[in-house]
């Protein structure tokens, strides 16, 4: 038999289980078995069986369901009322004022009210029946007009009783618009307020014949005075988060009044010319005043007969000017050491004079199998010249391969040999890893091992 898991979702009970497939055609059979079996309080037309996320419908048939798939079982959601919407209504109250606002439907309302008050006046005559003719068209005009109007009028939004604020204790941004306006208004009363100036003869209004004219009076200086507390701040608008708490209060505060005087057109400048200090002085004065004031030696006070008894004169002037310029520049002249051209030092130290390297190492290079090979001692003396492969580094390349050097004996013993390299003349001058040109070196080759390497004998 097929088994399958089942599994409740809210607001079912919570329930996970394992259920075996009864032989069964459809799924409104498997609902029915489990309401009977499972959850006896659910009727099989409130429940939805569904696999996969995908809903199992009761027509269909067991097969679909394979052993192990997980089956969830939900309550239908039942279908909610429609509920009318406020933008549906709008029409019916627009046609009902379009109704209301015809002529025609107005007029036939008219005419009913007036029968109906006709038949209830009949005792009266007929002046009063014209006046109840007339009112009733008009109370029917009149409410209709009324009516027209109510259903015209949006209903009023009930608000909240506005709350009293006193002058200065509103919004911040109240109190810049307050500002704002208040600034505005007080330039535009000064540029209302300004006279007409009476240089502009286009200006001044024409004067009748009888009136007397008028000499002309020099204008008096106007006094402009700026109202810098009452100046809009445009930093105070800004905001900061990084300045300190206050500053927008600290730079409202009351500065001092700034008052430009108005000079007339008229006025005659008079300069006073006067001399400066700097202007009356020469550069020769100038020169002289920087220069040294001189001191007074005490041998001249001496020879006058100036210095009291017990008062001596040396040899030294000490109050001299120049002197301490003499002894400045010989302290520096003692420290400064003149270059003295050098001279060549040759330390002797019995060095044998050696004669220049003859020989060619590509010549060697050529005839290196036909030359004499070293196999004893006695082949070579002091001032023989060997020749030798080792392993090197090529000067020119700068990569490691098998060189040939060549050598003098500098001196022989029964167990090394003392050998000074020679420099190869067909390469040129050659410089080393370090900067410094090759020169000739010593070296010590024991016999036991120089016998090995295939030395061989060049003089």
């Given at each position: 038999?097929?088994?399958?898991?089942l599994?409740?979702?809210?607001?079912?009970?919570?329930?996970?289980?394992?259920?075996?497939?009864?032989?069964?055609?459809?799924?409104?059979?498997?609902?029915?078995?489990?309401?009977?079996?499972?959850?006896?309080?659910?009727?099989?037309?409130?429940?939805?069986?569904?696999?996969?996320?995908?809903?199992?419908?009761?027509?269909?048939?067991?097969?679909?369901?394979?052993?192990?798939?997980?089956?969830?079982?939900?309550?239908?959601?039942?279908?909610?009322?429609?509920?009318?919407?406020?933008?549906?209504?709008?029409?019916?109250?627009?046609?009902?004022?379009?109704?209301?606002?015809?002529?025609?439907?107005?007029?036939?309302?008219?005419?009913?009210?007036?029968?109906?008050?006709?038949?209830?006046?009949?005792?009266?005559?007929?002046?009063?029946?014209?006046?109840?003719?007339?009112?009733?068209?008009?109370?029917?005009?009149?409410?209709?007009?009324?009516?027209?109007s109510?259903?015209?009028?949006?209903?009023?939004?009930?608000?909240?009783?506005?709350?009293?604020?006193?002058?200065?204790?509103?919004?911040?941004?109240?109190?810049?618009?307050?500002?704002r306006?208040?600034?505005?208004?007080?330039?535009?009363?000064?540029?209302?307020?300004?006279?007409?100036?009476?240089?502009?003869?286009?200006?001044?209004?024409?004067?009748?014949?009888?009136?007397?004219?008028?000499?002309?009076e020099?204008?008096?200086?106007?006094?402009?005075?700026v109202?810098?507390?009452?100046?809009?701040?445009?930093?105070?608008?800004?905001?900061?988060?990084?300045?300190r708490?206050?500053?927008?209060?600290?730079?409202?505060?009351?500065?001092?009044?700034?008052?430009?005087?108005?000079?007339p057109?008229?006025?005659?400048?008079?300069?006073?010319?006067?001399?400066?200090?700097?202007?009356?002085?020469?550069?020769?004065s100038?020169?002289?005043?920087?220069?040294?004031?001189?001191?007074?030696?005490?041998?001249?006070?001496?020879?006058?007969?100036?210095?009291?008894?017990?008062?001596?004169?040396?040899?030294?002037?000490?109050?001299?000017?120049?002197?301490?310029?003499?002894?400045?520049?010989?302290?520096?002249?003692?420290?400064?050491?003149?270059?003295?051209?050098?001279?060549?030092?040759?330390?002797?130290?019995d060095?044998?004079?050696?004669?220049?390297?003859?020989?060619?190492?590509?010549?060697?290079?050529?005839?290196?199998?036909?030359l004499?090979l070293?196999?004893?001692?006695?082949?070579?003396?002091?001032?023989?010249?060997?020749?030798?492969?080792?392993?090197?580094?090529?000067?020119?390349?700068?990569?490691?391969?098998?060189?040939?050097?060549?050598?003098?004996?500098?001196?022989?013993?029964?167990?090394?040999?003392?050998?000074?390299?020679?420099?190869?003349?067909?390469?040129?001058?050659?410089?080393?890893?370090?900067?410094?040109?090759?020169?000739?070196?010593?070296?010590?080759?024991?016999?036991?091992?120089?016998?090995?390497?295939?030395?061989r004998?060049?003089?």
């Open positions: 038999m097929t088994r399958i898991k599994e409740t979702v809210p607001p079912l009970p919570p329930l996970k289980a394992w259920h075996l497939l009864a032989p069964a055609h459809t799924i409104a059979d498997l609902k029915l078995d489990i309401c009977r079996n499972i959850l006896p309080s659910k009727t099989p037309s409130n429940l939805s069986l569904s696999l996969d996320g995908f809903a199992l419908l009761e027509s269909c048939p067991v097969d679909v369901l394979h052993d192990g798939d997980l089956v969830i079982v939900q309550l239908k959601v039942a279908p909610q009322a429609s509920v009318p919407s406020p933008l549906k209504a709008q029409p019916a109250a627009a046609s009902t004022s379009k109704q209301m606002l015809d002529p025609t439907t107005t007029t036939a309302t008219t005419v009913k009210t007036s029968q109906k008050r006709k038949a209830v006046l009949l005792d009266e005559d007929s002046s009063s029946e014209d006046s109840s003719d007339d009112d009733s068209s008009s109370s029917s005009s009149s409410s209709s007009s009324s009516s027209s109510a259903s015209s009028a949006p209903p009023e939004i009930s608000s909240k009783p506005k709350q009293y604020v006193p002058p200065g204790h509103g919004k911040l941004a109240t109190q810049r618009r307050n500002l306006r208040r600034t505005k208004h007080h330039y535009d009363r000064i540029s209302s307020e300004t006279t007409v100036d009476p240089s502009n003869p286009n200006e001044i209004p024409i004067a009748g014949p009888s009136e007397p004219r008028k000499p002309r020099r204008p008096v200086p106007v006094v402009k005075v109202d810098t507390v009452s100046a809009p701040i445009m930093m105070a608008s800004l905001s900061n988060k990084n300045k708490r206050g500053f927008k209060q600290s730079m409202m505060s009351a500065r001092p009044a700034r008052i430009v005087f108005d000079q057109e008229d006025s005659v400048m008079v300069s006073n010319t006067q001399v400066l200090p700097f202007q009356s002085t020469t550069d020769a100038i020169l002289n005043a920087t220069m040294h004031v001189r001191v007074v030696p005490p041998s001249e006070k001496q020879a006058a007969g100036l210095l009291p008894s017990n008062v001596f004169v040396t040899s030294v002037d000490v109050e001299d000017s120049d002197r301490h310029h003499t002894q400045q520049e010989e302290h520096v002249d003692s420290g400064r050491m003149d270059d003295a051209p050098e001279e060549e030092f040759v330390l002797p130290y060095d044998v004079p050696q004669a220049q390297s003859t020989v060619d190492f590509l010549e060697v290079k050529r005839k290196w199998d036909s004499q070293l196999t004893s001692t006695a082949q070579i003396q002091v001032d023989s010249v060997v020749a030798w492969k080792a392993l090197g580094l090529n000067p020119a390349t700068c990569t490691p391969e098998m060189c040939l050097y060549a050598g003098r004996v500098l001196e022989s013993t029964p167990d090394k040999v003392t050998i000074a390299k020679l420099q190869d003349n067909n390469a040129g001058v050659i410089h080393v890893l370090g900067g410094d040109v090759m020169m000739e070196e010593e070296e010590e080759h024991m016999w036991s091992e120089l016998l090995q390497q295939n030395w004998v060049l003089s």
